[in-house]
């Protein structure tokens, strides 16, 4: 059989931005993007059912901007997926955000510009405000140690070593990471391709932290650079009501059990398996009762 050779693209610039009812917050975005860079971009929303009119108004108010309608809540990954296949073959790089991020003044350029200085990084992503904080948004992949000891202690003893191994905080240079967040983060297609992109069985939360491993695996790398900053205004998904961040922590729970479990496939594993099951279940439980 004769090789396939994957699709050469462009040194174009979209923007994706996957969307759920994003309220004014959208257009906060789509305002912030024109100062992060001096190149020309067009962007995508990707609509999981939004019922408060913001993509459409938005697509209406800006040429650049395309309504691309899921026509139902698919997930994060499974939205972005499908708004970069429709992409054209002259864009080689492309911004997945949320749409409560507000990017800095020169953010987008100056993560284009570290895709120049490192041929080999995959995905880019930036330094992450939230509420005036620096949020860890580039950590070390969660191996099964790490993971178990910031999960069981994170809550009622935040300094402990495995939670500040697992969060790389207080790391300030522009340097390689096991994953970036996925609330903003620069991909180059080429390396997006080469692994299918997200994995859509993650509805939401760690569908970032399997990709940067499965580019890790791939030979590409995942880098910070903490000299594009954004601000994550955030909450505006999570907060609605009870039942809605009840189930998104059930999710987050899910989530980070498909990951491990991945991971440790196979009969020797499943003791394994079952336990963190269990043990997760639990933890999700416990958090929701906590919950206010």
């Known amino acids: 059989m004769r090789a396939v050779t994957p699709p050469a693209y462009g040194p174009g610039l979209a923007v994706v931005c996957v969307t759920y009812s994003p309220g004014e917050s959208l257009g906060e975005f789509l305002t912030s993007l024109d100062k992060a ?14 019922v408060d009119g913001a993509p459409e108004a938005a697509a209406a108010a800006d040429e650049r901007v395309e309504l691309l309608r899921i026509g139902e809540n698919v997930g994060y990954g499974a939205a972005a997926n499908r708004a970069v296949a429709g992409l054209p073959a002259d864009v080689g790089w492309v911004l997945v955000a949320n749409p409560d991020i507000v990017c800095g003044p020169g953010a987008l350029d100056a ?3 570290a895709g120049e200085r490192w041929p080999r990084a995959g995905s880019l992503g930036p330094l992450i405000r939230t ?6 948004s580039a950590r070390l992949q969660p191996s099964l140690g790490r993971g178990l000891g910031h999960a069981l202690f994170a809550a009622v003893w935040p300094a402990n070593p495995w939670t500040r191994s697992y969060r790389q905080e207080g790391a300030v240079a522009e ?3 096991g994953w970036l967040s996925g609330s903003c983060v ?26 940067g491993d499965r580019l890790g695996h ?16 955030g909450g505006h998904a999570t907060e609605r009501d009870a039942p809605t961040s009840a189930r998104m922590l059930a999710e987050h729970h899910r989530s980070a059990y498909r990951f491990l479990a991945d991971r440790y496939r ?27």
């Not at 791939?218 to 205004?233: F, K, M, Q, R, S």
């Open 131 to 136: 509420g005036g904080d620096v949020y860890p």
């Open 37 to 50: 860079t001096t190149r020309p971009y067009r962007v995508v929303l990707a609509d999981n059912g939004s």
């Open 175 to 177: 340097r390689a990471a």
């Open 266 to 292: 196979g009969a020797r594993w499943a003791p394994l398996r079952v336990a963190l099951r269990a043990g997760l279940g639990l933890r999700a439980r416990t958090g929701v009762r906590a919950s206010p």
């Open 218 to 233: 791939a030979g590409w790398l995942n880098v910070y650079v903490p000299d594009a900053e954004v601000v994550h205004t």
């Open 186 to 211: 620069l991909l180059r297609r080429e390396a997006w391709e080469s692994v299918d992109g997200f994995d859509p069985r993650y509805f939401m939360y760690f569908e970032d932290v399997d990709l």
């Open 111 to 113: 993560l284009l510009a």
